[in-house]
């Protein structure tokens, strides 16, 4: 079993930062990537940005330049800090991690989300 959790979300104006971070825990051999997405009202849930265990990250055209995501190996911790936010980011972000656990076998687990509202 492996929980994750996911902090920070809040209310902004357009033009402001906010600051994520999600936790993974639980009886995690390795995790592989962990990433945000987020699902807007009546849309369907998109990648926002991922990074691998090594370091590698892939971002959502739509972020590239304003979001930076980094992760701390040591604590099975992401961050995304999202500046520069438009009322468009407005959404749920959920937080997912991929790896393995004990006894060995994957695991793809997703946090309960946190919402980002950004004020025009």
């Known amino acids: 079993q492996v929980h994750v959790v996911e902090s920070g979300g809040g209310l902004v104006q357009a033009g402001g930062s906010l600051r994520l971070s999600c936790a993974a825990s639980?009886?995690?051999?390795?995790?592989?990537?962990m990433g945000w997405y987020r699902q807007a009202p009546g849309k369907q849930r998109e990648l926002v940005a991922i990074?691998?265990?090594?370091?590698?990250?892939n971002y959502a055209d739509s972020v590239k330049g304003r979001f930076t995501i980094s992760r701390d190996n040591a604590k099975n911790t992401v961050y995304l800090q999202m500046n520069s936010l438009k009322p468009e980011d407005t959404a749920v972000y959920y937080c997912?991690?991929?790896?393995?656990?004990?006894?060995?076998?994957?695991?793809?687990?997703w946090g309960q989300g946190t919402q980002v509202t950004v004020s025009s």
């Open positions: 997912n991690a991929k790896g393995l656990l004990l006894p060995i076998r994957s695991f793809d687990s």
């Open positions: 639980g009886s995690i051999l390795s995790i592989n990537a």
């Open positions: 990074i691998t265990s090594g370091g590698s990250t």
